[in-house]
């Protein structure tokens, strides 16, 4: 079940690039790349996932979504 959440966060979260970022440099993690519970993100007590900053500085760009720990 966690494993069908996931693929459902991600679909919704969207494992494509943006096309209407200007500048963007491209994505560092590949969508074969796992994340990595506590290191990439948590759950917080909503039970929403939350990128932690390493990821989102991984990432390389801000997508303009209001991240809670978004370098950018």
Do not use: W
């Not at 679909?11 to 990595?36: F, Y």
């Not at 759950?43 to 390493?54: M, P, R």
């Amino acid at each position: 079940m966690i494993k069908r959440l996931f693929q459902i966060f991600k679909k919704q979260v969207g494992s494509t690039p943006r096309t209407d970022l200007k500048n963007a440099p491209p994505d560092n993690s590949s969508p074969e790349t796992p994340l990595i519970p506590e290191k990439d993100y948590y759950i917080d007590t909503n039970g929403l996932y939350v990128f932690t900053a390493d990821y989102l500085k991984r990432r390389g760009y801000c997508c303009d979504n209001g991240c809670r720990h978004c370098p950018y």
